[in-house]
């Protein structure tokens, strides 16, 4: 399965290039499944159902967000009802939405997702991402032959650290949140690709 993870759509510049090239990775079979953190899509900062069902329609398969899934407000509704639609699964449980799902890709296999928020130099107060994902896996346990993990921090050492806690537990951890490639890009000795 050839799954495309994009983090992080910025802007109208960042959607028009989503729906310009992901529908035709999509037809043509360069891809099979997308999942790709937009918490920064509308405007900059924040996402809306508008912007999150127009990345769907493109082929969007699952929507990760991160410390600006508040800013904008009339969101909330949407979190609750759509399930491929992500806040970090360490927020309080309280929180409205989901921190994990899982999807059917190419013949039937079911791909898991799970966002977690790192903790250092981070804004909002989350619980502990590593405790979060056991949790988390556990849920998923037998259900998901992929896991996928958006592990959006801002310090690369977090981001790390959970790569290796997550080696031979999950298919493959993403990092989000810094705007910039950190060009790290490695398969771990248990198999989990960083």
């Known amino acids: 399965m050839k799954i495309l993870f994009i983090g992080d759509i910025v802007g109208n510049s960042g959607r028009e290039a989503f729906s310009k090239f992901v529908p035709v990775m999509k037809a043509t079979g ?15 900062s924040g996402i809306t159902e508008r912007v999150a069902e127009d990345l769907f329609a493109a082929g969007c398969d699952v929507i990760t967000l991160g410390d600006h899934v508040w800013d904008k407000k009339d969101t909330v509704p949407y979190l609750v009802k759509e399930p491929r639609i992500l806040r970090p699964a360490n927020f309080p449980a309280e929180a409205p939405g989901h921190g994990s799902c899982i999807v059917v890709g190419p013949g039937g296999v079911n791909v898991g997702v799970i ?34 993990v958006d592990m959006h921090a801002e310090a690369t050492s977090e981001k790390v650290a959970m790569g290796w806690f997550s080696d031979g537990k999950v298919s493959a951890v993403c990092g989000t949140h810094t705007h910039i490639q950190t060009a790290d890009e490695k398969v771990l000795p248990n198999g989990t690709a960083y």
């Open 115 to 148: 966002t977690l928020m790192g903790r250092t130099f981070m804004k909002l107060l989350t619980n502990c991402p590593f405790r979060a994902l056991e949790v988390e896996l556990a849920a998923m346990s037998g259900k998901a032959a992929i896991v996928l």
């Open 30 to 44: 360069e891809v099979d499944l997308v999942v790709a953190n937009a918490e920064n899509a509308a405007g900059g």
